[in-house]
C-alpha cells in the first residue's frame, strides 16, 4: 500500500519552531515532486512549499518565504518541512502530498498531485 505518514506536529509558542516529517512508503518518490499544504479551520487547503524528485529545486509560498526550509532525503523516501519564527497565523494542519508522475508543470495547486498524508496539527499560541 503506497502512503504518506506526517509526524511532527504539536503546541508551540510563536517564535518557535518545529520539524515535520513525511515517512512514504510502498514505493519510492525519489523521481517525483512532493509538496506541503495546510489547511486552517473555515479556510481552503493552501500550497506551503514543495520539492523536486532531486531536491535541487524548492518552492516556497511568499508567507513562509524566509521561515521555512523543505528538503527530502531519497535514501528515507521523507520529505521534512522546518518551520522557524513560528506565527499564530502558521496554526494549521500540515498535509504532505506527493505527485505520482515524475513530471510536472505546476507545484501549488493542490490538483497537482496524487497522494496525501492524513495530516499533522500545528499550533502556535500568541
Known amino acids: 500500500q503506497v502512503q504518506l505518514v506526517e509526524s511532527g506536529g504539536g503546541l508551540v509558542q510563536a517564535g518557535g519552531s518545529l520539524r515535520l516529517s513525511c515517512a512514504a512508503s510502498?514505493?519510492?518518490?525519489?523521481?517525483?515532486?512532493m509538496g506541503w499544504f495546510r489547511q486552517a479551520p473555515g479556510k481552503e487547503r493552501e500550497f506551503v512549499a514543495a520539492?523536486?524528485?532531486?531536491?535541487?529545486?524548492?518552492y516556497y509560498a511568499d508567507s513562509v518565504k524566509g521561515r521555512f526550509t523543505i528538503s527530502r532525503d531519497n535514501a528515507k523516501n521523507t520529505v521534512y518541512l522546518q518551520m522557524n519564527s513560528l506565527k499564530p497565523e502558521d496554526t494549521a494542519v500540515y498535509y504532505c502530498?506527493?505527485?505520482?508522475?515524475?513530471?510536472?508543470?505546476?507545484?501549488?495547486?493542490?490538483?497537482?498531485?496524487?497522494?496525501w498524508g492524513q495530516g499533522t496539527q500545528v499550533t502556535v499560541s500568541s
Open positions: 502530498a506527493a505527485r505520482m508522475s515524475p513530471y510536472y508543470s505546476s507545484y501549488d495547486l493542490t490538483a497537482d498531485y496524487n497522494l
Open positions: 510502498g514505493r519510492t518518490f525519489a523521481s517525483n515532486l
Open positions: 520539492i523536486t524528485g532531486n531536491g535541487v529545486t524548492t
